[in-house]
């Protein structure tokens, strides 16, 4: 008798530990991982500068934010070279397909070929251009060392493609202002789920 009141005792705690279960509807669920696939577009707004021929910028590397880390999208081979201007009016231009962790994120960032402060740079990798091929430096605070970052929300679908566009708008005010004698290129840039 105490023999088989210590196997049933045995048997209800080992249920309740979840050690045996009754039904396989009962078993945790597996969490899905894997990944998707990122097409990432580059836009612009028009300028309203007159004289103002190319607003070009050069792109070094992506890199996408992910539980709390940078990390480099596989596939962007740089150094790139853009004229936003070029992508105004519905035109835009395909910066690679990336193969990503599915899930939700927030955030992406462009390491940019910036000129360095002080002597005038031979050949920056962003500057502008004028009316007659005149050309200045454009320099861009921190988008060499922490990157030029791109705000906005969008899931990449397991075995799936998301399409975003991150629209960079130098028409804001002060996006392509004069400080001293250099031009500082600080636009607003924002992803956009494309539909």
């Not at 690679?96 to 360095?116: H, K, V, W």
């Not at 991150?166 to 607003?188: Q, W």
């Amino acid at each position: 008798m105490k023999k088989f009141l210590l196997v049933g005792i045995i048997v209800v705690v080992l249920a309740a530990s979840g050690v045996i279960s009754c039904t396989p509807s009962e078993q945790a669920p597996e969490i899905e991982t894997g990944t998707g696939i990122l097409k990432l577009y580059l836009s612009d707004a028009p300028i309203d500068t007159e004289n103002v021929t190319a607003v070009n910028i050069t792109i070094q590397e992506i890199q996408y934010h992910l539980d709390g880390e940078w990390i480099t999208c596989g596939g962007f081979e740089g150094p790139k070279t853009y004229n936003l201007l070029e992508l105004t009016e519905g035109n835009s231009a395909l910066l690679g397909d990336f193969t990503l962790p599915a899930g939700n994120y927030t955030q992406i960032r462009f390491m940019l070929d910036i000129p360095e402060m002080g002597s005038p740079p031979a050949s920056p990798g962003c500057y502008i251009e004028f009316d007659g091929n005149s050309t200045e430096p454009l320099f861009v605070p921190s988008g060499g060392e922490t990157g030029y970052k791109a705000i906005g929300q969008f899931e990449v679908p397991i075995n799936g493609t998301v399409e975003v566009t991150a629209d960079f708008d130098v028409r804001k005010p002060g996006a392509v202002h004069v400080a001293g004698s250099r031009y500082i290129l600080n636009p607003t840039i924002k992803l956009i789920v494309n539909d």
